[in-house]
């Protein structure tokens, strides 16, 4: 059986939900075999294991993690060089699509970003985007070298389908051009206690309407293990962070459920939400754009709404 890279996506040997979605497509192509650069791999081990990775790649060396993103391009190129996979699987987010990138250009392969499907094909292997602000829905096909797909998080359920997981140390000297940035300081995110914005599976975002005040958004948020999310007026006028907004020029977010309070619907805000499986829209104003496209909307004042949307939900758990 042919065999699929898939590069972990991990912290301190914690695997990230989108490494077990990568892993549960990679099934679809061929054998799994999972990618850990970095320490904590035999505590990762397990969990590779479960959703289906037949071996572990492991290359643990110090240095791996000093530099910005070409050591792991370099790695992976390896790799593809000596196993010859029909794919080789990355997050789709700012860091993996530059992995990707440079791997593809390394091995003369054909490089999907900002998948949300990927299956084999007749020619090749074959991915689904979401493009134009999620207006349309393209399926291409690469037919050259080993397919380089990065894809969204939240784009497949997770499957369990245990493996071996059998650790495999790769011996590679890293090149002088692939540690020409270093790494000189870095600090862990503040917890908040809540989902990390590109993986949960539920995102609840405010914009203008809250006035700044995001209370009801983060309670409305909380009470349902939710992450929370801006729209950039928001965060341009300072009431919420930068790395909270959602868009075009924000992150992109693919969650089971997107709710959307007191946020207009311009396009730059859709673009980084619209493939969301299902959008509810709380809005006062019921000519604003974001109507157009949701499942589900509330015309009212998310003041009104989502204390009373908070307090159901909390009943309804006991």
């Known amino acids: 059986m042919a065999e699929v890279l898939v590069l972990v996506d991990h912290a301190g040997g914690k695997v990230r939900k989108s490494t077990a979605e990568l892993l549960t497509l990679a099934r679809r192509l061929g054998e799994p075999s999972a990618v850990h650069i970095g320490p904590g791999a035999e505590t990762a081990q397990v969990t590779l294991a479960k959703y289906g990775a037949a071996k572990v790649y492991v290359y643990d060396a110090p240095d791996a993690?000093?530099?910005?993103?070409?050591?792991q391009a370099e790695i992976l190129a390896s790799l593809?060089?000596?196993?010859?996979?029909?794919?080789?699987?990355?997050?789709?987010?700012?860091?993996?699509?530059?992995?990707?990138a440079r791997?593809?250009?390394?091995?003369?392969?054909?490089?999907?970003?900002?998948?949300?499907?990927?299956?084999?094909?007749?020619?090749?292997?074959?991915?689904?985007?979401?493009?134009?602000?999620?207006?349309?829905?393209v399926t291409s096909t690469i037919t050259k070298g080993s397919a380089i797909v990065a894809v969204k998080p939240n784009s497949a359920p997770i499957e369990a389908s245990p493996a071996a997981g059998t650790i495999e140390?790769?011996?590679?000297?890293?090149?002088?051009?692939?540690k020409a940035v270093r790494v000189v300081e870095s600090s862990p995110k503040a917890a908040t206690g809540r989902p990390e914005l590109t993986e949960a599976a539920?995102?609840?975002?405010?914009?203008?309407?809250?006035?700044?005040?995001?209370?009801?958004?983060?309670?409305?948020?909380?009470?349902?293990g939710a992450a929370v999310g801006a729209s950039r007026?928001?965060?341009?006028?300072?009431?919420?962070?930068?790395?909270?907004?959602?868009g075009q020029t924000g992150k992109q977010v693919s969650p089971q459920l997107y709710v959307a309070a007191g946020i207009s619907g311009a396009i730059q805000h859709r673009a980084g939400m619209q493939t969301s499986k299902t959008i509810v829209a709380v809005n006062?104003?019921?000519?604003?754009?974001?109507?157009?496209?949701?499942?589900?909307?509330?015309?009212?004042?998310?003041?009104?709404?989502?204390?009373?949307?908070t307090e159901a939900v909390k009943k309804a758990k006991g």
Request: glycine share 12%; no cysteine; net charge negative.
């Open 284 to 309: 006062k104003d019921e000519e604003a754009p974001i109507f157009e496209l949701v499942d589900f909307g509330v015309v009212g004042d998310l003041f009104t709404v989502l204390p009373q949307a």
């Open 169 to 178: 140390k790769v011996e590679l000297t890293l090149s002088d051009a692939a």
């Open 65 to 71: 993690l000093e530099y910005l993103v070409a050591p």
């Open 233 to 246: 007026a928001a965060v341009d006028a300072g009431w919420y962070p930068h790395s909270n907004q959602v």
């Open 80 to 100: 593809v060089e000596r196993t010859s996979p029909v794919a080789v699987l990355i997050p789709s987010n700012a860091a993996g699509k530059e992995i990707a």
């Open 103 to 137: 791997l593809a250009i390394r091995t003369e392969s054909g490089l999907i970003t900002d998948a949300v499907d990927v299956r084999a094909g007749g020619e090749g292997v074959e991915t689904t985007q979401s493009v134009f602000a999620g207006s349309y829905s």
């Open 202 to 224: 539920i995102v609840v975002s405010g914009g203008r309407g809250t006035g700044g005040d995001f209370g009801p958004v983060e309670a409305f948020a909380d009470s349902l």
